[in-house]
């Protein structure tokens, strides 16, 4: 009998990489785990898991709700749910839809007749639902996106998802049609792409944001891109354009898009458009955001586009859901039936996430009784993120060789360390890549869990982490990681 | 700029076939549409969606709960979430906490202590888990394997996944290594298996179950499809086991479940065990489950085994929720090291398939409040399908052409019909296949939707259904799957 060894497994999965779970995460759980059994021997008392946008992980205790509590009452440490959102009451009696009756009064009335109406066209959620999603939470998708863009949406053309990396998944192992075809990806760029790319033994085509510009993309470095991939024969399929970007933060103005499209049209690429993070402006009025879908309209290209959004992000951030979706717009039929027999392997979307993202796209309107808190709390919550995004990207742009652009846009801040020689040396002695080294110092020192710039791809010889700006109590956090700076350079050296 | 088409995209998705959901499937969704928009031109007043093992589906008023209430109460009209399983009261108060105190004795005290126990374990359920699933449920999971089978079972061996569906994917994509990569599948097997080997280029070796054996599996034919495997330069990674069977219902003895386990030795073959209908048994005490886990064990084989398991079967049926496991057993770290990389990717299963694991290998004990309204209605429940079973395919031998296998387990009946050369030449002239054509015809005037057997493979020139014994009303349902056989067969005339 042989033993199953990693030899005799497909290659292409060892290739993948995701650096925002990876070494230093898996090193961040195992802290996380021994404090609980009781180890006093840790210089910090808790691991702060920076490393992945995750609004309501337990420990964080600023989950978006709790953000608007936080503003009028400061260090309360009341569990979010005591204060539920409207989802999650909305969830509670599509579980349980004679709670209503039973617990009269506790319940807002839209809330109930929304629960109501989804449950009568679901049924149950413990059931499957159609492959695609419920066609009316489909329906709804498509309403919203017609009155955020002022163009038309066809629920038919609108899949419902397991957040929004199934959907890219999916769309990569579509396109990837050969071993020499690549798509084109930013760099620094969420991990999910390089992953999935892997994973289906595609090329990643690597285009660079410019940070000196606070990452814009530009029209000249895509196109460098393609011909370096054209010299090499990878046949490009499709560009990823990230906006708000992932991890920079950064939004593309429409001037910018609509080149990018036409780009798109004069090489024949499929547009994949992650959008994500779409709701998280923090200065909207000099840095909005326009939908893709919006500007291919708006030109009348042609251009087959596909673009992603999930219930993870925004301000509800309800991660544990899996819920997301996807729209295709100028993608034929027969490549939709396709998109569709594919996602029938796989059954059905969770229920849970489906009724995410029909609050997502159906919020509180005026008049409704859970608006005024609803209103209230968002926009708190929209206060507290883009308030402590500049003042974090202020104190580490203070910092002895760090520089950092403050995000107008999404979780995160991606700041830049210059690294001394010593550092490196150090670094590559242990095996490691210099930011890796200096984001597990972070983590031993201070508990906080960080993503070092190398999983996301960053020009040679740089060195940058990702940090969410989800943090509880931003003076603390931020202090210590100034703390650790400061002793870092003490140590090896100002570069 | 080119349009996207087919011809551009990855060739092996175009091979994917997934009958359970194709169609006939979206043929029935087209007519429940049209009777949804009041259309009463068709011959039936409502669509029967017989294709797939849906117990909570909407429509069928007989998932689990409600079977008991069936019992006691003929032609209840009630929903069926009036009388609420554990599971969705443990869920609405993981929504909402304060519900507990908001609605003071409404919710059982095991199940306000579960809930509470499991948001402690959990934070919160909007918020991402550790990408294997939460700690304190893989624990769950590993007890219940244990109490089952009598051997230790570790949770960091165990994942938590988006279905068992999603789970045996990725095992298949690790598993083909190059395109001469095979897996051996029963057939008649569940669809997944073929489209999950197509989408990953990897090649079928299809054994054949022994229909005149009530759908035994045979070491001779797994051996025989070796040598062809082996004579077509097919490299044979791993051997897939249906246990109880799908579609066929049948159980393995635990004399031919040694037998595999030495036959996986010899050959080096990772056995891939899926067990998703282990506790839906209609004759237990002469057809009983044995876990391929307790075999493996109980011989100490080192045969490297991955065992899945599902909360969308069994009585409970939580298919909409999105939740099950798989366990990994004699599989090297660096490999569980691998697994572990890939599912990350995808962030973490479903919270609320996650609760339902936990609730699946938790159930309420003798003591707890919610037991005996649990334990009276599961009763029932495994009552009821097991004699609708034995109705039903005692019925359909009754017809002329028809023969089926009284299923033991699982959810189906797998009926052999035979066809006469009129109905095959007239199934051939329509471009279909003739038990396509059948089921097809069975569509249109009954409104009730099976999957033809050529979906799920069957000998040459043999050709079967497959139904779900999740019927509404058994004397009505077979009465028209009667009604239209005689009907077919006084048109096409017996075979």
Redesign the interface.
């Known amino acids: ?6 030899d ?4 292409a ?2 290739k ?1 990489e ?1 650096a ?3 070494e230093l ?1 898996i090193k961040a ?1 195992n802290y996380r785990v021994q404090l609980q059994d009781g180890d006093r021997s840790l210089p910090f008392d808790r691991v702060i898991s920076s490393n ?1 946008g ?6 964080l205790d600023q ?1 978006p709700i709790t953000f608007a509590r936080q503003v009028s009452t400061p260090h309360s440490t009341q ?4 204060s ?1 959102s409207a989802l ?2 909305i ?3 599509t ?5 209503a009756e ?2 009269p009064d ?1 319940f807002p009335k839209d809330v109930v007749a929304r629960a109501k109406e989804l ?1 009568s066209e ?10 695609q999603g419920v066609p009316f939470i489909r329906k709804n998708v498509a309403k919203f996106i017609e009155e955020r863009d002022g163009y038309p949406a066809d629920p038919n053309h609108i899949f419902l998802t ?2 929004a ?2 959907g890219v ?1 999916l769309l990569i ?5 050969s071993p020499t075809s690549g798509i084109l990806i930013p760099i620094p760029q969420y991990p ?1 792409y390089t ?2 790319l892997a ?2 033994n595609g090329q990643p085509i690597p285009y660079y944001l410019d940070e000196s510009k606070d990452w814009a993309t530009s029209i000249a470095d895509i196109e460098q891109a393609l011909d370096k991939a054209h010299k090499a024969n990878i046949v490009p ?1 499709a560009l990823v354009i990230i906006n708000p970007g992932n991890p920079t933060g950064s939004l593309l103005s429409e001037e910018t898009m609509t080149q990018i499209v036409h780009l798109c ?1 004069k090489y ?1 690429l ?1 547009l994949l458009a992650d959008e994500v993070y779409q709701s998280n402006l923090h200065r909207p009025s000099t840095h909005p955001f326009t939908s893709f879908k919006k500007i291919v309209c708006k030109v009348q ?4 586009l596909v673009s992603f959004h999930s219930i ?1 992000k925004g301000v ?7 819920g997301g979706y996807f729209e295709c717009h ?3 039929e ?2 939709v039936a ?1 998109i569709y ?2 996602v ?10 489906q009724i995410g993202v029909d609050s997502m796209v159906r919020p509180p309107r005026a008049g409704d009784e859970s608006y005024e808190l609803w209103k209230k709390e968002t926009q708190a919550t929209h206060d507290a993120l883009a308030s402590r995004t500049q003042t974090m990207s202020d104190r580490l742009n203070g910092l002895p060789g760090v520089s950092c652009v403050a995000s107008p846009g999404a979780l995160y801040l991606f700041p830049r360390i210059t690294l001394s020689q010593a550092a490196i040396t150090a670094a590559r002695q242990h095996g490691k890549e210099p930011d890796v080294f200096y984001a597990l110092a972070l983590l031993d020192e201070t508990g906080i869990c960080v993503v070092a710039g190398s999983g996301f791809g960053q020009k040679e010889g740089e060195w940058h982490y990702r940090l969410t700006c989800l943090c509880p109590g931003v003076d603390e956090y931020v202090g210590k990681l100034e703390k650790f700076h400061r002793g870092w350079v003490e140590k090896y050296g100002e570069a």
């Not at 995750?54 to 420990?59: E, I, L, S, Y």
């Not at 679901?122 to 492959?131: M, T």
């Not at 192992?173 to 049609?177: A, E, F, G, R, W």
Request: glycine share 8%.
């Open positions: 009998m042989r033993p199953l060894t990693i005799s497994l497909n290659p999965l060892l993948v995701y925002v779970r990876g995460a759980e992945i995750n609004p309501q992980q337990k420990g989950a569990p979010r749910r005591d539920p999650s009451q969830a509670a009696l579980e349980w839809p004679a709670l039973l617990a506790v449950l679901i049924g149950s959620i413990g059931a499957y639902s159609h492959s397991t957040g990396s199934a998944s192992n579509m396109l990837i049609s999910l992953a999935t994973q289906h399929k049209e024949s499929v290209s042609h251009v087959p993870s509800t951030g309800e991660c544990g859901r899996r100028n993608i034929s027969p490549v396709l027999k594919m029938s392997v796989g059954l059905c979307p969770p229920l849970a996430g």
